[in-house]
Each structure stands twice: as structure tokens, then as C-alpha cells.
């Protein structure tokens, strides 16, 4: 028996047992080789392999068309807050961002360090608890790019619509890719860090139209440019092998899972039923606008926050781990990503309901 809790972390988040027993057996020895794919050369052919069809997997999983290059890159999301001006944004070109929350808040601060930019809409009217519509949003005519984050992980609110726009859509999916199909050629760019949906932290997958490669900033690092990357199938120098590896199994278990399709199912169900405890209860509350609330990332207040503690330490008791919300908005965080089943939703409503019963 698996003594495994139920992981409701943001990230480094829960990662399928399967993927993780997987990696164990093959930890030692890969596939006969006598090495850990730790170990090996990521120039040599079986590493190199082991890359490629964890890339093409990833291109099947969200039927990435031609056209696009797909990026295995370090330094988490939050490199490519400046990254991303650096390669896209030329010299006396604006690029327009939508405030939606903290971390499409740390991209526009990053960026306005490289060029101009314009906060086209942003939620702070609504205390970020709603997305501006879109027939509000001020775009500059020519922008470079227009950048979003389409799921907000602390505030647990989420895109359920793509904006329409002329200029190159730039999208932070760190917290929701892979949830559910997604329609590429929508996307000047896409990018991920990997600890949620993906694999191991520090890996940060970019999927670039070929269009916007080669206008890098002339001071743009060598490794930051993703010309140079892509040239160089992403190993311009030593990559995260183990962490793209790894990657490589999670996309191997989404195709046996049923893909996107199959995960778009189970998140709806999974969201609906904890969304659905919430909103019947009296005692938990969730301030997003019902339109605009996160399928991987679920916000709650309890009806007195004297109470938190003891909620906390009674989930630990029932292996419910990591429950609480961030240190910037307090409260509680469920994070319920693809690796965490219906079981584990249950299994949190059902404490959740006797929390209530015994303090409500
Ligand atoms: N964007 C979003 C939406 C995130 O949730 C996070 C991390 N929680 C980041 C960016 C930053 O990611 P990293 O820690 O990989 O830099």
C-alpha cells in the first residue's frame, strides 16, 4: 500500500505515482545501459532520444502545428518575465499586459526594465477577483506582443475565453497548460513552468512561433535568446536532463491518461464538485467572479480565520497536505492539478464537511 498523502501544493506540485515509480525503476539502470539518465551524456544518442520524443509527445498532446519551435528552457517562468522582452520587444515598440494578478503583475514590472509598456486592462478595480472583458482592454495600435497570464495560481482566477488580438498573443500558462485542449495557432507564444502540470521545478517549456525568433535585443545573454536555443534543440548548453526526462514520462502517462481531452473531463468534475461544496456551504466562501474562477487552483475562506490553524493541522492529521492559501492572501489554497484523481477532492470535501459540522 502506497503510504502517499494527497498533495494539494501549487508547485512543486503532486506529480502521478505512476510517473514517480516509473522513474525509480529506471533510476539506476535505464533500459539496460548501466547509467541513471542523470548520468548520461545529454549529447549522446539515448539521451537525445529520450529528449525528442519527450518533445514530440508534448507537440501530440497539444497538436502543436508546424510553425512552432518548442523550447526545453531553465530558470523557471520567472526568467522569461524578462526573457520575453528581451527577445520580443525592439527598441521603441510598446507591448500592451494585462493585470489579472500577482504574477502577470512580476512580468509587467519585469519588462518595463527593457521597454515600454502599457497595462492595457487591469482587475485592481475588482481587487483582481475578476478579469477585465475583453471590449475594455485600452491596446496600443502596433504593439510587439500582448501578454496575459491565463490562470492566476494565488488568486485562483483563469481565462476561460482567448482574447482576440492583432499583435502576437504572449501567454504565462504556468498553471493551467496541459488542464485541457488548447488551440496553439491562437498563440504568438506559450510558455510553462514545469512544476505543476509538467515535471520538476526550474524546467520551463516555450512553444515560439518561428515568425518571432531572431529579434532579439542586441544585449540579449546568448542564453537567454531563443533563436539560439531553438537552434540548438534547446541544449545550447547543458539542459535540465533529468527534469525534461521526467517531463517525458508525465507526457507519456497524459497520452495513456486519454491526453487533453480525458483531462478536460476530470478537471471539470473535479472543479465542479469542490466548487459546488463551496458555494452550498455557509461556512467556506470563494471571492472569484463565478466566470473567471480557476479549474487548477481553488481559493477558500473559512467563515472565521481564528479557525485556520486548527483546519490546517487537522487536514495534516488526514494527510491533506499544503492547503495553505499564499502568504500574500492568506486563507486556503486547494491546488488540484491533472497527478490529483477525484479521490483526493473527495477526500478534501469530506474533511472539509466534518470541519464545518464540528465548528460551523
Ligand atoms: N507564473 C505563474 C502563473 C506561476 O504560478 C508561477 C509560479 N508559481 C510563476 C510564473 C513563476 O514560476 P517559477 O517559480 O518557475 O519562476
Given at each position: 500500500m502506497s503510504n502517499r498523502a494527497f498533495n494539494f501544493c501549487a508547485?512543486?506540485?503532486?506529480l502521478p505515482e505512476a510517473v514517480l515509480q516509473r522513474a525509480q525503476a529506471e533510476m539506476l539502470d535505464w533500459r539496460g545501459n548501466g547509467?541513471?539518465?542523470?548520468?548520461?551524456?545529454?549529447r549522446s544518442d539515448e539521451y537525445v532520444a529520450i529528449a525528442e520524443k519527450a518533445e514530440q509527445d508534448l507537440r501530440d498532446l497539444l497538436s502543436v502545428p508546424a510553425g512552432y519551435k518548442v523550447l526545453f528552457l531553465q530558470g523557471g517562468a520567472s526568467q522569461q518575465f524578462a526573457q520575453i522582452p528581451l527577445?520580443?520587444?525592439p527598441a521603441g515598440a510598446t507591448a500592451d499586459y494585462i493585470e489579472t494578478g500577482i504574477w502577470s503583475k512580476k512580468a509587467i514590472d519585469e519588462a518595463r526594465r527593457y521597454g515600454t509598456v502599457n497595462v492595457a486592462a487591469s482587475g485592481k478595480a475588482s481587487d483582481f477577483k475578476a478579469i477585465p472583458k475583453q471590449g475594455e482592454w485600452n491596446l496600443s495600435p502596433g504593439a510587439a506582443y500582448v501578454h496575459y497570464a491565463s490562470n492566476e495560481t494565488i488568486g485562483g482566477l483563469e481565462f476561460q475565453w482567448v482574447p482576440e488580438t492583432d499583435a502576437p498573443l504572449v501567454v504565462d500558462m504556468s498553471s493551467d497548460i496541459l488542464s485541457r485542449p488548447l488551440d496553439v495557432s491562437k498563440f504568438g507564444m506559450i510558455y510553462a513552468g514545469a512544476q505543476k502540470n509538467i515535471g520538476p521545478s526550474g524546467l520551463v517549456v516555450v512553444i515560439i512561433r518561428d515568425d518571432l525568433l531572431g529579434k532579439a535585443h542586441p544585449l540579449c545573454p546568448t542564453m537567454l535568446n531563443y533563436a539560439v536555443a531553438a537552434e540548438n534543440g534547446s541544449m545550447y548548453n547543458t539542459p535540465a536532463s533529468y527534469s525534461w526526462y521526467l517531463s517525458g514520462l508525465v507526457f507519456e502517462w497524459l497520452k495513456e491518461q486519454g491526453g487533453v481531452v480525458a483531462m478536460e473531463q476530470r478537471n471539470r468534475a473535479k472543479k465542479d464538485?469542490?466548487?459546488?461544496?463551496?458555494?452550498?456551504?455557509?461556512f467556506y466562501t470563494n471571492p472569484i467572479a463565478v466566470a473567471d474562477r480557476s479549474w487548477m487552483n481553488v481559493p477558500f475562506r473559512l467563515a472565521d480565520e481564528r479557525l485556520d490553524k486548527a483546519f490546517l493541522a487537522g487536514a495534516d492529521e488526514r494527510r491533506l497536505l499544503n492547503l495553505k492559501g499564499h502568504r500574500s492572501v492568506g486563507g486556503m489554497r486547494a491546488s488540484i492539478y491533472n497527478a490529483l484523481g477525484m479521490e483526493a477532492i473527495e477526500a478534501l470535501v469530506t474533511y472539509m464537511a466534518e470541519f464545518e459540522k464540528e465548528h460551523g
Open positions: 508547485g512543486p506540485a503532486a547509467l541513471s539518465v542523470m548520468e548520461m551524456s545529454h527577445n520580443l520587444l464538485r469542490l466548487y459546488g461544496f463551496i458555494d452550498a456551504s455557509s
